[in-house]
């Protein structure tokens, strides 16, 4: 716990601190140095924190940190973000510390400052760093820890996610060898209401593929924009007892021996995800990701691909592409098909193929 002295010299100092902002924003002729431009891709940065908001916590089998929470919310709506953490202490649902994430336009990076409590460690600690993002969804953020007597330690935080409703972390620390060491590793979930968590064990997702199920070809105008598409059709098809779809692409009709693509989608009862694995014998491309249910009548596979060293793309240093594809029922026997894949270079999602990425199915003797 701190002296009162203590107290009282941080709370002058904080004072002092607030005056001074004040008096800053109330005369516009103090200056903030050199006008720094905005750009269209400086907003685009806070947006992408859209995917990880809501509060966070371990899995309910993880008896070693229940009471422990962390909440992503924004402050100011695609400005600025707050991030708080609880824990459960004397049965209490306690906030240890907030923090708050913005845009640094002078800097061109995402800069974050996060507050310990007193009272609730042994020590006062403040938190400073950055924040960024990799191949789309991967949070990145790094950071230095100052304890009260000034030593600091300079922290790592991987945040993964595997499906909307999870994440793998991972939290590196520099050693006083300037290398990084793990830390610690572990799991996300977002947290829901005990009922809701209940339903969804009881509901597999595999049963919104239904629709789906049948076999589909390219509309007619999408078969003259690409004569490729003249001979395709794919299909859905129940694997044993609904658990599994069975994914086949690339056949003529009535010839599904000859398809290029079989793969499945299937219920995965420990991660709770529909998990989706395919291969193109054709090309000897692998697939492996997974879906997930928007809403009814709308699907989206996440998958890589995986190229063999011999194939142009690999040759060229894209052995790996991220896609994202999105299948939405227009009507009982019309698909609207959007696939994106994600731009490492500039580090965002773009379509893929002509049309924006789209593209109709529609169902077999039902042409459109």
Known sequence: MMSMNRRNRIANSSLCVVMAALCFFANPSVSAGQHVSRTEDDDKAMRLFE?????????????????????????????????????????????????????????????????????????????????????????????????PDTTSRTYRETVTPTDPNMRKVLIEYMDDNGQWKKWGEFTWVRRQAESDRKAERKEIPTKYF???????????????????????????????????VRI?????????????????????????????YAYNSDAD????????????????????????????????????????ETHTLKDPDTIDGHILYFNKKDNRWDPWGGAGGHHLMVRRNQKG
């Not at 598409?229 to 658990?243: I, L, M, T, Y």
């Not at 009535?254 to 995800?273: C, D, H, M, S, Y």
């Not at 890589?304 to 790996?320: L, S, W």
């Open 51 to 147: 995917y990880h908001l809501g509060e966070w916590g371990p899995p309910p089998e993880d008896e070693k940190s229940r009471g422990v929470s962390i909440v992503y919310e924004w402050a100011m709506k695609g400005k600025t973000v707050r991030v708080a953490e609880y824990h459960t202490i004397d049965g209490k649902k306690t906030q240890v510390n907030e923090g708050l994430i913005g845009y640094h336009y002078g800097q061109k990076q995402i800069v974050y400052q996060e507050f310990v409590l007193d009272g609730v460690r042994p020590f006062e600690v403040m938190y400073t760093g950055r924040y960024w993002f990799e191949d789309g969804n991967v949070m990145k953020r790094e950071f230095t820890a100052y304890d």
């Open 210 to 244: 239904e629709p789906f199920i049948g076999e589909w070809e390219p509309s007619d105008s999408d078969k003259q924009k690409n004569p490729r598409f003249k001979d395709w059709v794919s299909a859905f098809e129940w694997g044993p007892q609904k658990r599994v």
């Open 248 to 276: 086949l692409e690339g056949y003529p009709a009535g010839q599904k021996e000859k398809r290029i693509l079989e793969g499945f989608a299937f219920w995965n009862p420990v991660t709770g995800r529909v998990e989706f």
């Open 285 to 324: 491309f692998l697939f492996k990701g997974e879906y997930t249910i928007l809403e009814k009548g709308k699907i989206q596979r996440e998958y890589e691909v995986y190229y063999p060293a011999d194939h142009d793309f690999a040759k060229r240093g894209y052995n790996v592409i991220k896609f994202r």
